[in-house]
């Protein structure tokens, strides 16, 4: 079964300060890893992806994520966090899991950005 | 560029009452999934759609059903509502046939059962 964590539920810095939230995987095949962002109330919009090939990858808004195999791990980065940043960061993983079951997505508990001024 | 529409965008349900949510995919999608995101929880897929047919199927329980019509739109039929129902609603498409590309997602419908 695939299963994602997100260890830390709530995460505070200051604008301008560097930013990494933390995601760890569990899945059986080849991961597909995505990073989502979620304003309160709203929908989720996605923040860059990883299939294969370099394992540093880069997003929108100046986010970037590093996959780590051997870690199973995919963190997200900021290097100087924007006030507009604050909201909730979801981790998700998907792929083939076999038969006709295709791409769905197991989603972290998501981690809770404040961004203090 | 046109996205993934929703509608209602909110709903205000009794118990026991029925509730049909409606997801229309981006234009030429055909993969449809559905996720139920309670208050402070995480999105949990529900069930998806390539094709028309059913193709995985979550932790959706048995009040509800759905399916996609040939215009690859897709809607969510929910009766026999509970109080533990309410949560947002989300519909994400993809273009199926190469699991590796992006599922979009819609604004959500929000259903709040009294």
């Known amino acids: 079964a695939q299963s994602v964590t997100q260890p830390d539920i709530h995460i505070t810095v200051s604008e301008g300060a560097s930013l990494e939230l933390r995601c760890n995987y569990s899945?059986?095949?080849?991961?597909?890893l995505f990073w989502y962002v979620q304003s309160p109330g709203q929908g989720l919009q996605l923040l860059l992806k990883y299939f294969s090939g370099d394992t540093l990858v880069q997003g929108i808004k100046g986010f970037e994520a590093e996959f780590k195999r051997s870690q199973s791990s995919f963190n997200l980065r900021k290097p100087s966090v924007h006030w507009s940043d604050a909201a909730e960061y979801f981790c998700a993983v998907g792929g083939y899991a076999g038969g006709t079951s295709y791409g769905k997505l197991t989603f972290g508990q998501g981690t809770i950005l404040t961004v203090h001024p | 560029a046109a996205g993934v529409i929703q509608s209602p965008r909110h709903l205000i349900k009794e118990k026991r009452e029925t509730a049909t949510l409606k997801c229309y995919p981006i234009p030429r999608h055909d993969t449809v999934y559905w996720y139920q995101q309670g208050p402070g929880q995480d999105p949990q897929f529900l069930i998806s759609f390539y094709e028309k047919m059913q193709s995985d199927k979550g932790s959706i329980p048995d009040r509800f059903s759905a399916q996609q019509f040939s215009d690859y739109h897709s809607e969510l039929n929910m009766s026999s509502l509970e109080l533990g129902d309410s949560a947002l609603y989300f519909c994400a498409s993809r273009l199926g046939g190469e699991y590796t590309d992006t599922q979009y997602f819609g604004p959500g419908t929000r259903l709040t059962v009294l």
């Open positions: 899945y059986g095949a080849t991961p597909y």
